[in-house]
């Protein structure tokens, strides 16, 4: 339990910020607890490494990060996207020329149906900010999911 006077110091210490997480008018409980939500996840978390054990997480880590260096990789080879970050893990940054088509295609992406991806605001920029995070997505999942985004995008410029 922690008790603090200052209810701005307090949502300071806990809170977590990004231009993808939604906030609401209301209390929100991310603010005044160590976590975004209040699932006991850790027993999730012990029951994976138990059964992944040490070298079972490192092959996951290290899965998750190639397939997110095919998806940067595949989507740097497609014309009008952009890798805005280095792809140190597993998530990979993207925008388009402009903001406004960054934004619809976001929408063209999440109503395909084939995969979805989130937005973001990185460095004042507008991006589709995807994470590879199954450790079930194959190389064709990743193939797909590129192909989505040209699709999208296409089907995004004759919006904007």
């Keep these: 339990i922690v008790l603090c006077k200052h209810r701005a110091d307090l949502t300071a210490a806990l809170g ?10 209301r209390r929100d409980g991310m603010y005044y607890t160590p976590e975004m939500s209040r699932r006991a996840r850790i027993f999730e978390l012990w029951a994976t490494l ?12 290290a899965q998750l990060h190639n397939r997110a260096l095919q998806f940067r990789d595949e989507i740097s080879a497609t014309d009008g996207f952009e890798v ?3 792809v140190v893990f597993n998530q990979v940054l993207v925008a388009c020329p402009t903001d406004a088509l ?23 920029r507008h991006a589709i900010r995807t994470s590879i ?25 004759s919006q904007v």
């Design 50 to 61: 138990k059964y992944l054990g040490r070298q079972g997480v490192a092959e996951l880590v």
């Design 133 to 157: 995070m199954s450790w079930a997505t194959t190389e064709e999942d990743i193939h797909r999911a590129a192909r989505a985004y040209a699709d999208s995008l296409e089907k995004a410029k």
């Design 84 to 86: 805005l970050n280095e």
């Design 16 to 25: 977590m910020s990004g231009s993808y997480i939604v906030e609401g008018k």
């Design 102 to 124: 960054t934004e619809v295609t976001i929408k063209c992406i999440q109503s395909s149906a084939e995969c979805w991806s989130g937005g973001a605001v990185h460095k004042g």
